[in-house]
């Protein structure tokens, strides 16, 4: 099991020759909360985004992750919805999350998934600095449902 927060930072490796390949900047996560791949760079005016799928990573280690060959760096296309912590079309990080009884436990600071299937198992919650600071942030594992929305996510 691994933070989100461990891995965005890490460079990327190419096994087969060596060569760094780049540095994660975000994960990519689909619909159903799980993560699809890693961002290296964001797409601009100029440029078109490059991410590695989750399946082309061989290790995610603590230093760095490690790909099998270079063909492993794949674009986005703008024309596929993504979602990231930091980026992509709904930011997770900082929105609320509410349960489906309508009690708010916190706002989402990070996740926690597991490395070989890239399902989210976890989130870690934040309810300000000081309520961090004096009471430490909250860990809600493993919900039945989630739903993202635009303004929150809501889960069971």
Known sequence: ????????????????????????????????????????????????????????????????????????????????????LYTGRIKLKGKPVITKDGQQLGQLEDVFFREKTGTIIGYELSDGLIADLTNGRKTVYKPDQVTLGEDALIIS
């Open 1 to 84: 099991m691994r933070k989100a927060r461990d891995v965005i930072g890490l460079s990327v490796f190419c096994k087969e020759t060596g060569k760094e390949l780049g540095t994660v900047h975000d994960l990519l996560v689909d619909e159903q909360f799980t993560v699809n791949g890693f961002l290296l760079d964001q797409a601009g005016w100029l440029k078109r985004g490059r991410y590695i799928p989750s399946e082309a990573v061989d290790v995610i280690g603590e230093d760095c992750l490690i790909v099998n060959d270079e063909s492993a760096i794949s674009f986005l296309d703008k024309q596929v919805p993504w979602n990231g």
